[in-house]
């Protein structure tokens, strides 16, 4: 059992440092926030244009599930804050 245990928690290491793994249009997204410490959907959309705005919600909403950002206010008011 304890060793089942130890390679379950192996695994689950293995696979939570995978889905960390941000792709360009993430890491830009992530890039533009920590730049200016905080930012609207409407701003992103305004400086990537290559993205659509329902693209960038769920790539925000991806960033802060996985703790790279804090998501802050309601409807029109929210705003993305860099952590730390």
């Known amino acids: 059992m304890i060793e089942l245990t130890r390679r ?3 695994k689950y290491e293995t696979y939570t440092k995978l889905k960390t793994v941000l ?4 890491q830009g997204v992530l890039k533009y926030i920590k730049e ?4 609207q959907v409407g701003e992103l959309e305004t400086q990537l244009k290559a993205y659509s705005r ?3 919600k769920k790539d925000l909403a991806y960033l802060v599930k996985e ?3 804090l998501k802050t206010g309601e409807g029109r ?3 993305y804050h860099v952590i730390g």
């Open 54 to 56: 329902n693209t960038l």
């Open 36 to 39: 200016h410490k905080t930012a």
């Open 67 to 69: 703790g790279l950002i």
């Open 77 to 79: 008011g929210v705003r």
């Open 23 to 26: 792709n360009e249009r993430q």
């Open 8 to 10: 379950l928690d192996v």
